[in-house]
């Protein structure tokens, strides 16, 4: 069983041009269709028009701020901030707005232990105080001015921080998945995976974590679902689209709460206490789903592989370096 969601606020790759600023065709869009809701949504507000290549318009200095500091250089995660500032300036009705936000966790730190966001560290004060400056100079709006003080400001990093899904949408995925579906011979077959296992080893080098994600979005029904190490649904992307696909994975009976995980497949084989870590330093709780409780009398140590990076890092890397792998996970 499976139903279809689809992103309160959105970032995606696009086709049809943007009309709104006249002759100007600056920003794409996949449809007639979506371009009028983006000009009716959001986007009178942050189209530049013909100050689109100017590195000096605040919104382009924004962008480029966040990509010197954020790996892989992307804009998805300001720019899913800056939507929400521009949803809010554009609506007639600015209190629907605020309060569809307001049902996003906008906490940047655990109430219990005070476990601070890791993007929102000591080492990065200086860096969200200018990212703070220039998202102000860009898009400062009476009805938000909460969100543009600095206390504010964090929250509503950390909002996208923990909330922000991912969307995939790699036709690279979609060859691989139709090339699983082929019949082949057994030799056939295992030269086929040979080459797919060695391709994605290749562009993974560049990528790492980010083969297919090419856009973030709020999902508002999906951000309800809480986590577990054992989810009983998962979300996907099957149509590479926007549409947030959330199935099943066994029999859900009624009343009983539909979990997904926050953890890749191989994050949820570690011990208690790594997956404990990524979560508090990612998503600011602790867990306590039933395999979490199962295995509370587990030594609190991290599993082989944690250790042998940590080593590696240790040995290798600068204080810049490990400053850059901090911010890979936006």
Same mark, same amino acid.
């Given at each position: 069983?499976?139903?279809?969601?689809?992103?309160?606020?959105?970032?995606?790759?696009?086709?049809?041009?943007?009309? *709104?600023?006249?002759?100007?065709?600056?920003?794409?869009?996949?449809?007639?269709?979506?371009?009028?809701?983006?000009?009716?949504?959001?986007?009178?507000?942050?189209?530049?028009?013909?100050?689109?290549?100017?590195?000096?318009?605040?919104?382009?200095?924004?962008?480029?701020?966040?990509?010197?500091?954020?790996?892989?250089?992307?804009?998805?995660?300001?720019?899913?901030?800056?939507?929400?500032?521009?949803?809010?300036?554009?609506?007639?009705?600015?209190?629907?707005?605020?309060?569809?936000?307001?049902?996003?966790?906008?906490?940047?730190?655990?109430?219990?232990?005070?476990?601070?966001?890791?993007?929102?560290?000591?080492?990065?004060?200086?860096?969200?105080? *200018?990212?703070?400056?220039?998202?102000?100079?860009?898009?400062?709006?009476?009805?938000?001015?909460?969100?543009?003080?600095?206390?504010?400001?964090?929250?509503?990093? +950390?909002? *996208?921080?923990?909330?922000?899904?991912?969307?995939?949408?790699?036709?690279?995925?979609?060859?691989?998945?139709?090339?699983?579906?082929?019949?082949?011979? +057994?030799?056939?077959?295992?030269?086929?995976?040979?080459?797919?296992?060695?391709?994605?080893?290749?562009?993974?080098?560049?990528?790492?974590?980010?083969?297919?994600?090419?856009?973030?979005?709020?999902?508002?029904?999906?951000?309800?679902?809480?986590?577990?190490?054992?989810?009983?649904?998962?979300?996907?992307?099957?149509?590479?689209?926007?549409?947030?696909?959330?199935?099943?994975?066994?029999?859900?009976?009624?009343?009983?709460?539909?979990?997904?995980?926050?953890?890749?497949?191989?994050?949820?084989?570690?011990?208690?206490?790594?997956?404990?870590?990524?979560?508090?330093?990612?998503?600011?709780?602790?867990?306590?789903?039933?395999?979490? *409780?199962?295995?509370?009398?587990?030594?609190?140590?991290?599993?082989?592989?944690?250790?042998?990076?940590?080593?590696?890092?240790?040995?290798?890397?600068?204080?810049?370096?490990?400053?850059?792998?901090?911010?890979?996970?936006?």
């Amino acid at each position: 069983h499976a139903f279809y969601l689809t992103p309160l606020i959105k970032m995606h790759k696009t086709d049809q041009p943007c009309r *709104v600023s006249n002759k100007h065709r600056f920003v794409m869009y996949c449809s007639s269709e979506c371009r009028q809701a983006a000009a009716d949504q959001y986007h009178k507000v942050l189209c530049l028009g013909p100050s689109q290549d100017d590195p000096n318009h605040p919104i382009n200095k924004l962008k480029n701020t966040w990509r010197s500091m954020h790996y892989p250089p992307e804009t998805s995660s300001i720019m899913l901030m800056a939507k929400m500032v521009a949803a809010v300036k554009q609506a007639k009705d600015k209190a629907h707005w605020q309060k569809l936000f307001s049902h996003f966790c906008s906490r940047t730190a655990n109430e219990e232990e005070e476990i601070a966001h890791k993007l929102l560290g000591e080492q990065f004060r200086g860096q969200l105080a *200018v990212l703070n400056g220039l998202f102000t100079a860009a898009l400062y709006d009476d009805h938000l001015s909460r969100w543009f003080v600095p206390e504010g400001f964090c929250s509503l990093f +950390a909002l *996208v921080g923990t909330n922000g899904q991912g969307i995939g949408t790699s036709s690279l995925s979609q060859w691989v998945h139709g090339c699983d579906a082929l019949e082949l011979p +057994a030799q056939q077959r295992a030269q086929l995976d040979s080459f797919i296992d060695q391709l994605y080893r290749d562009i993974e080098k560049e990528t790492g974590d980010f083969l297919n994600c090419e856009g973030s979005g709020l999902f508002l029904l999906q951000s309800s679902c809480n986590h577990s190490c054992i989810p009983n649904a998962e979300a996907s992307f099957p149509d590479n689209n926007f549409l947030l696909h959330l199935s099943a994975l066994s029999d859900i009976s009624p009343g009983e709460e539909i979990c997904i995980s926050y953890l890749e497949c191989c994050q949820r084989d570690r011990s208690r206490h790594s997956r404990h870590k990524i979560l508090r330093e990612n998503y600011l709780f602790i867990c306590s789903c039933p395999k979490c *409780v199962s295995q509370m009398d587990e030594p609190d140590l991290t599993s082989e592989e944690e250790e042998e990076e940590e080593e590696g890092e240790a040995e290798g890397e600068t204080e810049g370096d490990e400053m850059e792998d901090e911010m890979t996970d936006v």
